[in-house]
């Protein structure tokens, strides 16, 4: 498929327990984000990537929270030491970055549920 | 930082009926605004956009939005819903004139429309 894809699509984990969420943009975006979306609430924005510049991690809830991707492929984030608070449904999205309309095309999301 | 408010949480409204789902945002400057449309069990998808240029823009399933700005409005409205319509919308505005990473979306709450038989 040409769209964005997030792996796994539900993740129940327990208390203190670290995760590792996927996100495979769009062929050929440059940009890509993570958001949060809790229950009843919208997104929340977590970090971007453009290209091979440094992120934007100022979105980020604490430390526990870390994302990488690989060149213009591949995101990962990682929640170490889960909590409670962190149950909410994790969304990805990809653009063409610099230049382009800035619409963003969302993944399924992935639902994370800390017990 | 910007904001966006969705005043309404849930619509309920009967079929064929007309909607408007309101959305206000704080922004002192130019803004880009977009309603993205999350049907159950899907993914955010883009349902329409303004960037520039006339401030009435439509979808191509009949919903349109005014952009005014004197207001900091960017409502969304069709004439007469379908069951299908059924989804929850979400209002988001991004800074135009930041540099790279700040052109996230900043979304509202979201807006839940239920069309009744």
């Known amino acids: 498929g040409a769209g964005v894809s997030q792996s796994p699509s539900n993740k129940v984990t327990e208390k203190g327990k670290d995760v590792e969420l996927r996100c495979d943009p769009i062929?050929?975006?440059?940009?890509l984000y993570w958001y949060r979306q809790r229950l009843g609430q919208g997104l929340e924005f977590l970090i971007y990537?453009?290209?091979?510049?440094?992120?934007?991690k100022s979105g980020l809830p604490s430390d526990r929270f870390s994302a990488e991707r690989t060149g213009e492929s591949v995101s990962t984030l990682t929640i170490q030491r889960t909590q409670q608070e962190d149950s909410a449904v994790y969304l990805c999205?990809?653009?063409?970055?610099?230049?382009?309309?800035?619409?963003?095309?969302f993944g399924p999301g992935t639902r994370l549920t800390v017990t | 930082a910007q904001s966006v408010t969705q005043l309404d949480s849930q619509v309920p409204v009967f079929e064929e009926a007309p909607v408007e789902l309101r959305c206000n945002y704080s922004?002192?400057?130019?803004?880009?605004l977009f309603w993205y449309v999350q049907y159950p069990n899907q993914g955010l998808q883009l349902l329409l956009k303004?960037?520039?240029?006339?401030?009435l823009v439509e979808s191509i399933n009949g919903f349109e939005a005014e952009f005014n700005k004197s207001q900091t409005s960017f409502h969304l409205r069709k004439p007469s819903v379908h069951i299908s319509d059924t989804a929850e919308y979400f209002c988001?505005?991004?800074?135009?004139?930041?540099?790279?990473?700040?052109?996230?979306?900043?979304f509202g709450s979201g807006t839940q429309l239920t069309v009744l038989p």
């Open positions: 988001a505005v991004s800074d135009p004139l930041s540099s790279g990473s700040a052109r996230q979306l900043t």
């Open positions: 062929s050929g975006h440059t940009a």
């Open positions: 999205a990809s653009s063409l970055g610099r230049g382009s309309s800035y619409e963003q095309y």
């Open positions: 922004s002192s400057v130019s803004v880009y």
């Open positions: 990537f453009q290209g091979n510049s440094a992120p934007d």
């Open positions: 303004y960037l520039s240029g006339s401030t």
